[in-house]
């Protein structure tokens, strides 16, 4: 089994930034893609960023531009660099890994 620990979450100031970890444990040899989705209070959830492991990445149209998406293969961790933060990057961000296993979330709160 795969159990993903997510960290980094927290209060900015809009144009802040912020940077989320997700490192994922026990059965990880056959993970390929990793990534976050975040959800706020009465919307869908969405995606945010993804990458895999031969480096390509997708990001929401929301993000580009301002979050990065990185991952450390040796430590099976993911970052993601979140710049240039808005009120409306309020959610709950949660890492998946092939979207098949589900962190249990971490929020990130932007002030204006």
């Known amino acids: 089994q795969v159990q993903l620990v997510e960290s980094g979450g927290g209060l900015a100031q809009a144009g802040g930034s912020l940077r989320l970890s997700c490192a994922a444990t026990g059965s990880v040899a056959y993970i390929n893609a990793m990534g976050w989705y975040r959800q706020a209070p009465a919307k869908q959830r969405e995606l945010v960023a993804e990458i895999n492991l031969d480096g390509d990445t997708k990001y929401g149209d929301s993000v580009k531009g301002r979050f990065s998406i990185s991952r450390d293969n040796d430590k099976i961790t993911v970052y993601l660099q979140m710049n240039s933060l808005k009120p409306e990057d309020t959610a709950v961000y949660y890492c998946?890994?092939?979207?098949?296993?589900w962190g249990p979330g971490t929020q990130v709160t932007v002030s204006s």
């Open positions: 998946h890994a092939d979207e098949f296993v």
